[in-house]
Protein backbone atom coordinates (compact mmCIF):
# COMPACT_ATOMS: atom_id res chain seq x y z
CA UNK A 1 0.00 0.00 0.00
CA UNK A 2 1.37 3.29 -0.92
CA UNK A 3 1.80 6.00 1.76
CA UNK A 4 1.23 9.71 1.87
CA UNK A 5 1.82 12.76 3.44
CA UNK A 6 -0.28 15.63 3.00
CA UNK A 7 0.77 19.18 4.97
CA UNK A 8 -2.34 21.62 4.69
CA UNK A 9 -4.88 18.22 4.52
CA UNK A 10 -7.69 20.47 6.76
CA UNK A 11 -7.62 22.91 4.27
CA UNK A 12 -9.72 22.74 0.75
CA UNK A 13 -7.29 21.06 -1.55
CA UNK A 14 -5.86 18.88 1.70
CA UNK A 15 -9.33 17.40 2.01
CA UNK A 16 -10.35 16.63 -1.70
CA UNK A 17 -7.04 14.94 -2.20
CA UNK A 18 -6.86 13.16 1.40
CA UNK A 19 -10.10 11.73 -0.16
CA UNK A 20 -8.72 11.13 -3.99
CA UNK A 21 -5.78 9.36 -2.62
CA UNK A 22 -8.06 7.02 -0.12
CA UNK A 23 -9.75 5.82 -2.89
CA UNK A 24 -6.73 5.22 -5.01
CA UNK A 25 -5.61 2.78 -2.29
CA UNK A 26 -3.17 4.57 -0.53
CA UNK A 27 -2.53 5.26 3.27
CA UNK A 28 -2.86 9.13 4.10
CA UNK A 29 -1.15 11.12 6.49
CA UNK A 30 -1.84 14.32 7.13
CA UNK A 31 0.16 17.10 9.27
CA UNK A 32 -2.58 19.48 11.51
CA UNK A 33 -2.15 22.85 13.52
CA UNK A 34 -2.65 22.43 17.58
CA UNK A 35 -5.15 24.92 17.84
CA UNK A 36 -7.77 25.71 20.64
CA UNK A 37 -10.77 24.80 18.69
CA UNK A 38 -10.70 21.80 16.26
CA UNK A 39 -9.92 22.59 12.54
CA UNK A 40 -10.72 19.26 10.92
CA UNK A 41 -14.43 20.14 9.68
CA UNK A 42 -13.30 19.51 5.78
CA UNK A 43 -11.98 15.89 7.01
CA UNK A 44 -14.09 14.66 9.46
CA UNK A 45 -16.15 12.34 7.30
CA UNK A 46 -13.08 10.64 6.21
CA UNK A 47 -11.79 9.66 9.74
CA UNK A 48 -11.82 6.89 11.48
CA UNK A 49 -10.86 6.07 15.12
CA UNK A 50 -7.24 5.27 14.40
CA UNK A 51 -7.63 1.69 16.71
CA UNK A 52 -10.41 0.23 13.64
CA UNK A 53 -8.16 -1.70 11.53
CA UNK A 54 -10.15 -0.45 8.88
CA UNK A 55 -8.04 3.08 9.27
CA UNK A 56 -6.35 4.38 6.65
CA UNK A 57 -6.18 8.56 7.56
CA UNK A 58 -3.76 9.80 10.20
CA UNK A 59 -3.28 12.85 11.71
CA UNK A 60 0.13 13.93 13.27
CA UNK A 61 0.68 17.81 14.65
CA UNK A 62 2.86 19.81 12.86
CA UNK A 63 3.90 23.10 11.47
CA UNK A 64 5.57 24.31 8.58
CA UNK A 65 7.72 26.48 11.21
CA UNK A 66 8.63 23.17 12.71
CA UNK A 67 11.81 21.82 10.19
CA UNK A 68 13.02 18.95 13.40
CA UNK A 69 9.27 18.32 13.61
CA UNK A 70 9.13 17.73 10.02
CA UNK A 71 11.66 15.89 9.15
CA UNK A 72 10.62 13.25 12.88
CA UNK A 73 7.14 13.23 11.11
CA UNK A 74 9.19 11.49 7.90
CA UNK A 75 11.10 9.25 9.58
CA UNK A 76 8.27 7.76 11.38
CA UNK A 77 5.93 8.00 7.94
CA UNK A 78 7.99 6.82 5.79
CA UNK A 79 5.94 8.02 3.01
CA UNK A 80 6.29 7.82 -0.69
CA UNK A 81 4.49 11.04 -1.68
CA UNK A 82 4.70 14.14 -0.26
CA UNK A 83 2.42 16.99 -0.92
CA UNK A 84 2.92 20.15 0.48
CA UNK A 85 0.07 22.02 0.38
CA UNK A 86 -0.07 24.01 3.54
CA UNK A 87 0.54 28.05 3.05
CA UNK A 88 -0.54 31.29 4.42
CA UNK A 89 -2.84 31.19 1.30
CA UNK A 90 -5.09 34.80 1.28
CA UNK A 91 -3.44 37.26 -1.08
CA UNK A 92 -4.66 40.14 1.47
CA UNK A 93 -4.03 38.70 4.34
CA UNK A 94 -0.46 38.28 3.53
CA UNK A 95 0.09 42.31 2.97
CA UNK A 96 -0.62 42.23 6.39
CA UNK A 97 1.36 39.53 7.63
CA UNK A 98 4.02 39.43 4.92
CA UNK A 99 6.76 38.11 6.81
CA UNK A 100 4.84 34.97 8.65
CA UNK A 101 3.75 34.71 5.34
CA UNK A 102 7.02 34.45 3.51
CA UNK A 103 7.61 32.08 7.19
CA UNK A 104 5.14 29.59 6.02
CA UNK A 105 4.67 30.00 2.31
CA UNK A 106 8.71 30.38 1.27
CA UNK A 107 11.04 29.07 4.26
CA UNK A 108 8.18 26.16 5.13
CA UNK A 109 8.90 25.00 1.89
CA UNK A 110 12.64 24.76 2.46
CA UNK A 111 12.39 23.44 5.73
CA UNK A 112 10.22 20.32 4.31
CA UNK A 113 12.08 19.68 1.04
CA UNK A 114 15.73 19.96 3.32
CA UNK A 115 13.67 17.28 5.41
CA UNK A 116 13.01 14.78 2.70
CA UNK A 117 16.45 15.27 1.77
CA UNK A 118 17.70 14.38 4.72
CA UNK A 119 15.48 11.54 5.21
CA UNK A 120 16.17 10.28 1.72
CA UNK A 121 20.32 10.14 2.52
CA UNK A 122 19.32 8.28 5.72
CA UNK A 123 16.94 5.78 4.78
CA UNK A 124 17.82 5.14 1.06
CA UNK A 125 13.95 5.77 0.00
CA UNK A 126 12.67 7.55 -2.87
CA UNK A 127 10.37 10.21 -1.52
CA UNK A 128 8.32 12.25 -4.07
CA UNK A 129 6.97 15.61 -3.44
CA UNK A 130 4.23 17.80 -5.03
CA UNK A 131 4.65 21.92 -4.53
CA UNK A 132 1.65 23.73 -4.88
CA UNK A 133 2.39 26.39 -6.60
CA UNK A 134 0.45 29.39 -7.81
CA UNK A 135 -0.48 31.66 -10.83
CA UNK A 136 -0.16 34.53 -8.28
CA UNK A 137 3.22 33.81 -9.63
CA UNK A 138 2.33 35.34 -12.95
CA UNK A 139 1.22 38.37 -11.08
CA UNK A 140 1.31 41.23 -14.09
CA UNK A 141 2.35 39.06 -17.05
CA UNK A 142 0.18 39.16 -19.80
CA UNK A 143 -2.53 36.41 -20.45
CA UNK A 144 -1.73 33.26 -21.81
CA UNK A 145 0.13 31.81 -18.70
CA UNK A 146 2.22 28.91 -19.61
CA UNK A 147 4.91 27.06 -17.79
CA UNK A 148 7.28 29.48 -19.98
CA UNK A 149 5.75 32.67 -18.90
CA UNK A 150 7.88 34.86 -16.73
CA UNK A 151 6.68 34.85 -12.93
CA UNK A 152 5.93 38.84 -11.80
CA UNK A 153 4.59 38.35 -8.49
CA UNK A 154 2.87 40.94 -7.22
CA UNK A 155 2.38 40.22 -3.11
CA UNK A 156 3.89 38.97 -0.43
CA UNK A 157 2.20 35.79 -0.70
CA UNK A 158 3.29 35.68 -4.32
CA UNK A 159 6.74 36.26 -4.01
CA UNK A 160 7.20 33.49 -1.45
CA UNK A 161 5.40 31.15 -3.75
CA UNK A 162 8.04 31.98 -6.41
CA UNK A 163 10.95 31.68 -3.88
CA UNK A 164 9.25 28.22 -2.97
CA UNK A 165 9.37 27.29 -6.56
CA UNK A 166 12.80 28.07 -7.41
CA UNK A 167 13.69 26.01 -4.14
CA UNK A 168 12.44 22.98 -5.07
CA UNK A 169 13.47 23.44 -8.88
CA UNK A 170 16.97 23.92 -7.46
CA UNK A 171 16.73 20.86 -4.91
CA UNK A 172 15.69 18.92 -7.73
CA UNK A 173 18.64 20.04 -9.74
CA UNK A 174 21.11 19.64 -7.40
CA UNK A 175 20.29 16.75 -5.49
CA UNK A 176 18.50 14.51 -8.29
CA UNK A 177 15.15 14.71 -6.11
CA UNK A 178 11.64 14.02 -7.53
CA UNK A 179 9.80 17.25 -7.08
CA UNK A 180 6.73 18.28 -8.98
CA UNK A 181 6.02 21.59 -9.22
CA UNK A 182 1.75 22.46 -10.08
CA UNK A 183 1.39 26.01 -10.87
CA UNK A 184 -2.25 25.73 -10.70
CA UNK A 185 -4.96 29.03 -11.27
CA UNK A 186 -8.27 29.38 -9.09
CA UNK A 187 -9.69 26.22 -7.72
CA UNK A 188 -12.95 26.50 -5.92
CA UNK A 189 -15.57 24.15 -4.27
CA UNK A 190 -18.64 24.08 -2.09
CA UNK A 191 -15.59 24.21 0.97
CA UNK A 192 -13.49 27.14 -0.48
CA UNK A 193 -12.93 29.16 2.61
CA UNK A 194 -15.32 31.67 3.22
CA UNK A 195 -13.20 34.49 2.66
CA UNK A 196 -12.04 34.06 -0.78
CA UNK A 197 -14.19 35.80 -3.45
CA UNK A 198 -16.21 33.39 -5.27
CA UNK A 199 -17.17 31.44 -1.50
CA UNK A 200 -17.54 34.97 -0.19
CA UNK A 201 -19.98 35.58 -3.02
CA UNK A 202 -21.84 32.42 -2.86
CA UNK A 203 -22.44 32.43 0.82
CA UNK A 204 -24.26 35.91 0.52
CA UNK A 205 -26.50 34.70 -2.84
CA UNK A 206 -27.50 32.17 -0.13
CA UNK A 207 -28.41 34.60 2.90
CA UNK A 208 -29.40 37.49 0.95
CA UNK A 209 -32.09 35.41 -1.25
CA UNK A 210 -33.40 33.85 2.77
CA UNK A 211 -33.19 37.35 4.24
CA UNK A 212 -30.81 36.58 6.66
CA UNK A 213 -28.22 39.43 4.98
CA UNK A 214 -29.43 42.52 3.03
CA UNK A 215 -26.05 43.37 1.02
CA UNK A 216 -22.52 42.00 0.00
CA UNK A 217 -19.42 44.55 0.17
CA UNK A 218 -16.64 43.44 -2.28
CA UNK A 219 -13.68 45.49 -4.00
CA UNK A 220 -12.19 44.74 -7.28
CA UNK A 221 -15.01 43.53 -9.42
CA UNK A 222 -12.87 43.93 -12.71
CA UNK A 223 -9.90 41.57 -11.78
CA UNK A 224 -9.78 37.84 -14.18
CA UNK A 225 -9.03 34.68 -12.60
CA UNK A 226 -8.86 31.36 -14.46
CA UNK A 227 -11.82 29.35 -12.04
CA UNK A 228 -11.67 25.70 -12.25
CA UNK A 229 -13.34 23.04 -9.71
CA UNK A 230 -10.71 22.37 -7.10
CA UNK A 231 -11.42 18.23 -7.24
CA UNK A 232 -10.20 18.30 -11.02
CA UNK A 233 -7.47 20.14 -9.86
CA UNK A 234 -6.43 17.53 -6.93
CA UNK A 235 -5.88 14.69 -9.52
CA UNK A 236 -3.41 16.51 -11.62
CA UNK A 237 -1.36 17.10 -8.18
CA UNK A 238 -1.35 13.36 -8.38
CA UNK A 239 -0.58 12.56 -11.71
CA UNK A 240 2.21 14.71 -11.57
CA UNK A 241 3.80 12.36 -9.39
CA UNK A 242 3.15 9.34 -11.58
CA UNK A 243 5.65 10.37 -14.25
CA UNK A 244 8.58 8.99 -15.58
CA UNK A 245 10.34 12.49 -14.67
CA UNK A 246 9.63 15.25 -12.61
CA UNK A 247 8.28 18.30 -14.58
CA UNK A 248 6.28 21.67 -14.09
CA UNK A 249 2.82 22.28 -15.30
CA UNK A 250 0.36 24.87 -15.36
CA UNK A 251 -3.34 23.59 -14.26
CA UNK A 252 -6.09 25.75 -15.37
CA UNK A 253 -9.40 25.67 -17.49
CA UNK A 254 -8.40 28.37 -20.19
CA UNK A 255 -11.67 30.54 -19.50
CA UNK A 256 -11.05 33.49 -18.01
CA UNK A 257 -14.05 35.68 -16.28
CA UNK A 258 -13.78 38.93 -14.12
CA UNK A 259 -15.25 38.88 -10.69
CA UNK A 260 -18.37 41.08 -12.16
CA UNK A 261 -19.37 37.97 -13.86
CA UNK A 262 -19.13 35.21 -11.24
CA UNK A 263 -21.59 37.81 -9.14
CA UNK A 264 -23.85 38.67 -11.99
CA UNK A 265 -23.86 34.24 -12.59
CA UNK A 266 -24.09 33.77 -8.76
CA UNK A 267 -27.12 36.35 -8.06
CA UNK A 268 -28.98 35.17 -11.56
CA UNK A 269 -29.22 31.43 -10.41
CA UNK A 270 -31.47 32.57 -7.43
CA UNK A 271 -33.49 34.99 -9.38
CA UNK A 272 -31.96 37.62 -8.25
CA UNK A 273 -30.42 41.14 -9.87
CA UNK A 274 -26.57 40.80 -8.17
CA UNK A 275 -27.12 45.19 -8.42
CA UNK A 276 -29.81 45.46 -5.98
CA UNK A 277 -27.28 43.99 -3.47
CA UNK A 278 -23.54 44.60 -4.25
CA UNK A 279 -21.84 47.99 -2.37
CA UNK A 280 -17.77 48.49 -3.38
CA UNK A 281 -15.91 48.84 0.26
CA UNK A 282 -12.12 49.99 -0.35
CA UNK A 283 -10.70 48.02 2.48
CA UNK A 284 -11.45 44.84 -0.03
CA UNK A 285 -8.48 46.25 -2.62
CA UNK A 286 -5.24 45.42 -2.45
CA UNK A 287 -2.52 47.70 -2.39
CA UNK A 288 -1.04 45.56 -5.56
CA UNK A 289 -3.68 43.88 -7.95
CA UNK A 290 -3.12 40.90 -10.58
CA UNK A 291 -5.65 41.98 -13.25
CA UNK A 292 -5.80 38.81 -15.51
CA UNK A 293 -5.38 35.53 -15.34
CA UNK A 294 -6.12 33.10 -17.77
CA UNK A 295 -4.03 29.61 -18.23
CA UNK A 296 -2.65 27.85 -20.80
CA UNK A 297 -3.27 24.14 -19.77
CA UNK A 298 -1.82 22.19 -23.04
CA UNK A 299 1.50 21.00 -21.62
CA UNK A 300 -0.85 19.03 -18.63
CA UNK A 301 -3.39 18.01 -21.40
CA UNK A 302 -1.11 16.62 -23.87
CA UNK A 303 1.56 14.97 -21.28
CA UNK A 304 -0.72 14.20 -17.71
CA UNK A 305 -3.69 13.71 -20.01
CA UNK A 306 -5.42 16.00 -17.41
CA UNK A 307 -8.29 17.98 -18.47
CA UNK A 308 -10.84 19.78 -16.21
CA UNK A 309 -14.34 18.49 -16.41
CA UNK A 310 -16.61 21.14 -14.49
CA UNK A 311 -17.44 24.51 -16.27
CA UNK A 312 -17.62 27.96 -15.11
CA UNK A 313 -21.03 28.34 -15.06
CA UNK A 314 -21.45 24.69 -13.43
CA UNK A 315 -19.08 25.60 -11.06
CA UNK A 316 -21.15 28.76 -9.88
CA UNK A 317 -24.16 26.83 -10.11
CA UNK A 318 -22.75 23.72 -7.40
CA UNK A 319 -21.54 26.09 -5.04
CA UNK A 320 -24.55 28.41 -5.02
CA UNK A 321 -26.77 25.71 -4.22
CA UNK A 322 -24.66 24.36 -1.50
CA UNK A 323 -24.69 27.87 -0.37
CA UNK A 324 -28.04 27.96 -0.48
CA UNK A 325 -28.82 24.72 1.70
CA UNK A 326 -26.25 26.24 4.17
CA UNK A 327 -28.47 29.43 4.59
CA UNK A 328 -31.46 27.14 4.61
CA UNK A 329 -30.48 25.38 7.88
CA UNK A 330 -28.80 28.69 9.36
CA UNK A 331 -32.34 30.53 8.88
CA UNK A 332 -34.26 27.23 10.47
CA UNK A 333 -31.80 27.46 13.76
CA UNK A 334 -32.76 31.88 14.00
CA UNK A 335 -35.92 30.75 13.96
CA UNK A 336 -35.79 28.07 16.70
CA UNK A 337 -33.85 31.11 18.86
CA UNK A 338 -30.34 30.53 18.00
CA UNK A 339 -27.69 33.32 18.20
CA UNK A 340 -25.35 32.18 15.25
CA UNK A 341 -22.97 34.74 13.78
CA UNK A 342 -23.68 35.67 10.13
CA UNK A 343 -22.02 38.49 9.36
CA UNK A 344 -18.64 38.07 10.92
CA UNK A 345 -16.83 35.98 8.58
CA UNK A 346 -18.01 38.72 5.78
CA UNK A 347 -16.13 41.54 7.40
CA UNK A 348 -12.72 39.32 6.91
CA UNK A 349 -12.52 38.55 3.77
P1 LIG B 1 -6.40 26.65 2.39
O1 LIG B 1 -6.11 28.03 2.87
O2 LIG B 1 -7.80 26.17 2.30
O3 LIG B 1 -5.59 25.59 3.28
C1 LIG B 1 -4.31 25.87 3.78
C2 LIG B 1 -3.85 24.72 4.65
O4 LIG B 1 -2.54 25.04 5.16
C3 LIG B 1 -4.75 24.47 5.87
O5 LIG B 1 -4.79 23.09 6.11
C4 LIG B 1 -3.96 25.16 6.98
O6 LIG B 1 -4.23 24.64 8.26
C5 LIG B 1 -2.55 24.81 6.56
N1 LIG B 1 -1.54 25.66 7.21
C6 LIG B 1 -1.50 27.00 7.29
N2 LIG B 1 -0.43 27.40 7.99
C7 LIG B 1 0.22 26.28 8.37
C8 LIG B 1 1.39 26.04 9.13
N3 LIG B 1 2.10 27.03 9.67
N4 LIG B 1 1.77 24.75 9.33
C9 LIG B 1 1.05 23.73 8.84
N5 LIG B 1 -0.08 23.90 8.12
C10 LIG B 1 -0.48 25.16 7.89
O7 LIG B 1 -5.69 26.54 0.94
P2 LIG B 1 -6.15 25.69 -0.36
O8 LIG B 1 -6.53 24.34 0.05
O9 LIG B 1 -7.05 26.53 -1.18
O10 LIG B 1 -4.77 25.64 -1.17
C11 LIG B 1 -3.81 24.60 -0.96
C12 LIG B 1 -2.43 25.08 -1.42
O11 LIG B 1 -2.47 25.40 -2.79
C13 LIG B 1 -1.93 26.32 -0.71
O12 LIG B 1 -0.52 26.20 -0.63
C14 LIG B 1 -2.29 27.44 -1.65
O13 LIG B 1 -1.43 28.54 -1.45
C15 LIG B 1 -2.08 26.76 -2.98
N6 LIG B 1 -2.89 27.23 -4.09
C16 LIG B 1 -4.26 27.31 -3.97
C17 LIG B 1 -5.02 27.66 -5.05
C18 LIG B 1 -6.51 27.77 -4.97
O14 LIG B 1 -7.11 28.36 -5.89
N7 LIG B 1 -7.15 27.20 -3.97
C19 LIG B 1 -4.39 27.95 -6.37
C20 LIG B 1 -2.95 27.80 -6.38
C21 LIG B 1 -2.25 27.45 -5.27
P3 LIG B 1 -5.44 25.23 9.21
O15 LIG B 1 -6.68 24.52 8.75
O16 LIG B 1 -4.97 24.85 10.56
O17 LIG B 1 -5.48 26.71 8.96
P1 LIG C 1 -6.84 35.21 -5.20
O1 LIG C 1 -8.30 34.85 -4.66
O2 LIG C 1 -6.31 36.47 -4.65
O3 LIG C 1 -6.92 35.10 -6.71
O4 LIG C 1 -5.97 34.02 -4.57
P2 LIG C 1 -9.46 35.74 -4.02
O5 LIG C 1 -10.70 34.96 -4.19
O6 LIG C 1 -9.10 36.20 -2.65
O7 LIG C 1 -9.48 37.04 -4.97
C1 LIG C 1 -9.80 36.96 -6.36
C2 LIG C 1 -10.02 38.36 -6.91
O8 LIG C 1 -11.23 38.89 -6.37
C3 LIG C 1 -11.01 40.23 -5.99
N1 LIG C 1 -11.97 40.64 -4.96
C4 LIG C 1 -12.05 40.14 -3.71
N2 LIG C 1 -11.34 39.15 -3.09
C5 LIG C 1 -11.69 38.83 -1.81
N3 LIG C 1 -11.03 37.84 -1.19
N4 LIG C 1 -12.68 39.50 -1.14
C6 LIG C 1 -13.41 40.51 -1.72
O9 LIG C 1 -14.28 41.09 -1.10
C7 LIG C 1 -13.08 40.84 -3.07
N5 LIG C 1 -13.59 41.73 -3.96
C8 LIG C 1 -12.92 41.60 -5.09
C9 LIG C 1 -9.56 40.24 -5.52
O10 LIG C 1 -9.05 41.58 -5.49
C10 LIG C 1 -8.91 39.36 -6.57
O11 LIG C 1 -8.58 40.09 -7.70
C11 LIG C 1 -6.45 32.69 -4.56
C12 LIG C 1 -5.86 31.99 -3.32
O12 LIG C 1 -6.46 30.72 -3.19
C13 LIG C 1 -4.37 31.81 -3.46
O13 LIG C 1 -3.86 31.02 -2.40
C14 LIG C 1 -4.08 31.11 -4.80
O14 LIG C 1 -2.69 30.97 -4.97
C15 LIG C 1 -4.70 31.89 -5.94
O15 LIG C 1 -6.09 32.01 -5.73
C16 LIG C 1 -4.47 31.21 -7.29
Same mark, same amino acid.
Given at each position: MKKALITGITGQDGSYLAEFLLNKGYEVHGIIRRSSTFSTSRIDHL? $? /? !?? /? !? =??RLFLHYGDMTDGIGLKRLLDKIQPDEVYNLAAQSHVKVSFEQPEYTADIVALGTLRLLEAVRLHMEETEREVRVYQAGSSEMFGSAPPPQSESTPFHPRSPYAVSKVAAYWYAVNYREAYGMFIANGILFNHESE $? $?? =??FVTRKITRAVGRIKLGLQRKLYLGNLEARRDWGYAPDYVEAMWLMLQQDEPDDYVIATGESHSVREFVEAAFAAVGLDWRDYVEIDPRYFRPAEVDFLLGDPRKAREKLGWRPRVTFQELVIRMVEHDLELARREKTLLDAGHNIALQGVMERG
Open positions: Y $R /D !PH /D !P =EA $R $RG =ET
